[in-house]
Each structure stands twice: as C-alpha cells, then as structure tokens.
C-alpha cells in the first residue's frame, strides 16, 4: 500500500489535486471543514462550490484562459470535466450550472475508491509526510497560524491590495519613457502628465464606481496600501505629492519634469507586464479601464489584472515555493489554488493539478514534472517561484506570461500562435511523462 497524501480543502484546486494523486494509484485523505465549519463565502457544503461568478473563462483560442482549459483537458481535469458537462450558453465564455457543477464533480470524487473524504476542520499542519494545502482565500483562522509558525508570519498574507497590472506590449512607447526616480534605472517607465491631463484623470476617479465589497470583506487600510481613488479625495494635489509625484524624474523628450507621473514597475524579469505603482484600487473594473485609458502611454493598455482590493490569505509564493509547488522549506509540503498565489477557478484548479501530480510523483519517488514555459500552467508557475517577492500580487492566466512568439502580424495572429506553441509544447511534455 503506498502512502497516503493529505490534501486539505475540497475547493477548485483541492478536488482537482486528490482526483490526480487517487488516478496515480496513490491513496488520498481529502478533508474539508464545511458544512461543519462554513466560509463568509460559501453557501453549501459541496465541494468545488463556485463562490460568485459561474465562468470559468473565454473560450477563443486569442484567450488566455482558453489555453489553460486546453491543458486542463489533456489531463483529463475532474474540474473541466465537469464543467464541460455543465456548460451552460454564454456566448464565448465556458460557464456553467453551478449545482450541476457541483453535482458532478461530488459524484465523481465518491466514485474514486482511492479518495476519503471527511468533513473536519485541519487546524494542525502534518510535521511531515505528503500534503497538499489548498484551503483558498478564506483559509481557517487556526490554519493561517499554523501556516505562519511553519513558514514565517511574513510570508502569508490576509488582503490583496493591489494595483492593475497591463501588457508591455500594449503601452505607447511613443509616450512612456524609462527612468527610476534620479537615475537611469531600468526597471521603472513613466507616463507623463500635464496638469490638464492630471485634472481630467483626478476627476474621472472621483466619479468612478467603487466595487461594493461585503461587511467580512472589508479592510482597515494601512497608510501604504491607501486605494488611489481614496488619496485623491483626501485633496486634489495629493496624488501629485504621493504616488504621482514627478520629483527625480525628467521627460527625456522635453527636457522638463513634467506635472505628474503615473509609474509602472517591471512584473516579470522580461517586461512582458506592468503595474501601475502606487494605484492600488477598489474601483469596478469598467471604471478602472477608463480611467487608465486616460493616463497617456496607456490609451489602449491592455490590462492583464485588475487592482482589487478584499479579503484573501496567499502565500508570498516567490519567497516560499519552488516551480514545483513544493515548500522549499518543508520537502512534500505542496500548495495549489488561491493559497499559493493564483486567481481565478480555473488558475486555482490547473495548480490543483500540478501540486497533486507533483506529491503523487514524489510518493514514487519521481522527479516533480514541471509544465513547459511555453504552456499557460508552465507560464504561471514559473511566475509563481520568480516573480518579486517585495511587491508579489496573485496571478491569473494571461498572454504576458509566456515568452513571446517570433511573428510579426496582428495581436490575434499572434496570440494564436501562442495557443497552438503552448497546446503543443503541453501535450508532448505530459507524453514523455507518461501524464
Ligand atoms: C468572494 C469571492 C469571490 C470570488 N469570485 C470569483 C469569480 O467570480 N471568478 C473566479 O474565477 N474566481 C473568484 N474568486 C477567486 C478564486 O478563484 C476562488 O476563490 C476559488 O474558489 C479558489 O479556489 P481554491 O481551491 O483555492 O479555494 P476554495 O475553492 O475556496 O476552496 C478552499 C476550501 O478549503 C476549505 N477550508 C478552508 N480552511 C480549511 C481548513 N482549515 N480545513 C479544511 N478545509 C478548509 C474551504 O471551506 C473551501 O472549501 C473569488 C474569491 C472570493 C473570496
């Protein structure tokens, strides 16, 4: 009998990760604490219950998202699966049933004899042996401390404030210019602004909608974290003595310094993706790509993640994680879903998958199968262990994490090609492993 993996939440990513380990031929304990224990968000006891939306993503072939279902099938996914059972018509997106949903992926886990389930809260991580934690964003308070004790209270976070994020590839470089604040540093581009375009931008946020967030998932906001819309309420020129001020940087172009900045951070080390420093926002993201379509340099930035701004527990997964969603400090400690630094059902079931694979490979004693960069799941754990780990914001599938294809021609031939170079590269990866 080989030895038994826990997994820990029966959410998108845990389901997804007991199916791939019980289909090894491994043993599996999958414990969830709902019904007995509820979530602010879940409404039911079942498992893989969709909390809000019930999309899993666009279906073209020019989506990112689509890739990543592609993947997903290759591997059989017990999420997809379901999905594709349950899809419901939604013009180009895969949305489903959500009970249906639910339904099926239930039946599925009680017909795989290799799976137990049982209703009950982990409230103390494992000293050793396989594991994977997938408990998600609205991880167990007395889990999130143990998390903390085992891995270092700096590393888990219970908020995401973060700032949008756009494609390189998308910016007008006619207008941005690369600078850090008194030198040459390469990692910053600005986007300049006149005082006119500054008060046109200063005003369309005071108009904008704010997401309107439930009272669990409210945040005290620490002074470093202040959403953008919130300091320009506090005055009209605060953002341009805060996050905008131009202080240490001069337009290349003009000679001058110019009324205001809007600064963009290097996400990844190729520059494939940016974030808007310092714009934190919870306004609704409509009104957030209006606003950013009026910061010059970003007229038609295409944006890769929206700023949000609630309630969710992650790991600062570049400090902790390996590509292999392994805990570099705690050998067979495997994390997957939201906890590990995705977003997204779909993001959070495909890293279901691979830390399942992974601690299943691990009780054979086999090597961690790492997707190629080239696939969507390959792009996002990449991403996972190498992006920043002072600035770390979760992630969800985009064009941005793969390297770029050697095409010239329109963004949707390209990403095209990008689909059928990822698709490819997957399907023979999973064969030589024999996935
Ligand atoms: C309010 C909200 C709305 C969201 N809306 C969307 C959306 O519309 N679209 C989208 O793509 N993504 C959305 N997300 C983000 C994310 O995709 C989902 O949260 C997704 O369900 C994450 O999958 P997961 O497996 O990581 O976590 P979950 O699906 O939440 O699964 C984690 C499971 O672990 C259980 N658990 C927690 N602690 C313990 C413990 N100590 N012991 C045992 N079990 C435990 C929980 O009960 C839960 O069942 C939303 C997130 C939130 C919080």
């Not at 689509?66 to 997809?80: F, K």
Request: aromatic share 6%.
């Amino acid at each position: 009998m080989k030895e038994r993996v826990l997994v820990v939440g029966a959410g998108l990513a845990g389901t997804e990760a007991a199916m791939a380990i019980a289909r090894m031929g491994v043993p599996v304990l999958l414990l969830e604490m709902r019904p007995e224990k509820m979530t602010p968000a879940h409404r039911s006891g079942k498992a893989a219950e969709l909390v809000c939306s019930n999309s899993l993503g666009g279906t073209a072939e020019t989506n990112a998202k689509a890739l990543l279902q592609a993947e997903m099938r290759e591997v059989s996914s017990l999420i997809l699966r379901a999905a594709d059972k349950a899809a419901v018509a939604a013009g180009g997106a895969l949305a489903v049933d959500r009970e249906l949903f639910s339904e099926l992926v239930e039946e599925a886990l009680d017909a795989e004899p290799m799976i137990e389930r049982r209703i009950q809260e982990c409230e103390e991580l494992p000293e050793e042996g396989p594991l994977v934690l997938a408990t998600g964003p609205l991880t167990s308070e007395a889990l999130a401390e143990q998390i903390q004790d085992h891995l270092g209270e700096a590393f888990l976070a219970f908020y995401d404030a973060a700032a949008p994020v756009v494609l390189g590839e998308s910016l007008n470089h006619d207008l941005v210019f690369a600078q850090g604040r008194y030198d040459q540093d390469p990692d910053y581009l600005n986007c300049p602004l006149n005082e006119s375009e500054y008060r046109r931008l200063i005003e369309a946020m005071a108009l904008a909608r704010k997401h309107v967030p439930h009272d669990w998932e409210k945040l005290e906001f620490f002074e470093g974290c202040m959403p953008i819309e919130e300091i320009a309420r506090r005055g009209y020129l605060t953002p341009a003595h805060g996050p905008m001020k131009p202080k240490g940087l001069v337009n290349p172009r003009t000679g001058e310094s110019p009324f205001a900045v809007v600064q963009l951070r290097r996400e990844d080390r190729e520059g494939r993706m940016w974030s808007l420093v310092g714009f934190q926002t919870g306004l609704k993201w409509p009104d957030q790509k209006e606003i950013i379509a009026l910061i010059p340099g970003l007229e038609k930035a295409e944006i890769v993640r929206y700023g949000v701004m609630h309630r969710n527990t992650f790991l600062n997964a570049p400090a902790l994680l390996a590509p292999n969603l392994e805990a570099r400090k705690r050998a067979g400690l495997f994390v997957a879903g939201v906890l590990c630094g995705v977003e997204g059902y779909l993001e959070s079931a495909a890293t279901g998958w691979l830390a399942g694979t992974n601690a299943a490979r691990r009780v054979f004693g086999l090597d961690s199968f790492l997707p190629p960069k080239e696939s969507m799941l390959g792009g996002l754990a990449r991403y996972l262990a190498s992006a920043n780990p002072e600035n770390f914001q979760p992630m969800n599938a985009n064009w941005g994490l793969l390297p770029d294809v050697r095409i010239r021609g329109p963004k949707r031939v390209r990403r095209q090609k990008k689909f059928e170079r990822g698709i490819q590269a997957f399907r023979s990866a999973i064969l030589q492993e024999g996935l």
